[in-house]
């Protein structure tokens, strides 16, 4: 089964690019600079910050939902990213080289499904999640920080 993983528009984004630290930290969002590769995951282009970029750490809520599954968590956004990573049949590195929480949800937005793997063999939990019939999306989480990661749909 094809499955497609999209990032993050980055329209909500962009208004954050390039502001001063009390700017941000008005609205609720940290800028620091990646030390570390990978450990700085851009939930846009869903590749991992080089040292020394800018990132924002920002609360982002993931599952808007009028009902109990309603949630949000801290994600990093590579300052300056501009387009969504958006691929058919293909895993972004940034996903590929972690442990990573799939979770299932119908056409109500509610969870019906979940489990964790090894993002170096998580297409075998894609295609099992998706060929139920009562799923209609599933959103990745990096499993150690349950941060959202991604979204995956039928291609």
């Known amino acids: 089964m094809s499955f497609r993983i999209t990032g993050l528009s980055p ?17 609720g969002v940290e800028a620091c600079i990646a030390d570390a590769a990978p450990g700085f995951p851009d939930r846009i282009t869903l590749c991992d910050a080089r040292p020394g970029q ?39 590195q ?27 063999a998580v297409e075998g939990l894609i295609e099992r ?3 139920q019939a009562g799923v209609a999306y599933v959103h990745a989480h990096y499993a150690r920080r349950g941060c959202y990661a991604a979204r995956i749909d039928r291609a």
């Open 54 to 92: 800018r990132v924002l750490l920002l609360n982002y809520l993931h599952q808007p939902a009028s009902n109990p599954y309603r949630a949000s968590h801290a994600i990093f956004v590579l300052e300056g990213a501009t387009r969504a990573f958006d691929a058919v049949d293909c895993v972004p």
């Open 11 to 27: 329209e909500p984004f962009i208004g954050l690019y390039g502001l001063d630290d009390a700017a941000l930290r008005a609205g």
């Open 129 to 131: 999640l998706l060929g």
């Open 94 to 120: 940034a996903l590929r080289v972690r442990p990573l929480s799939l979770r299932a949800f119908d056409g109500d937005d509610r969870m019906v499904d979940a489990d964790l793997v090894e993002g170096g």
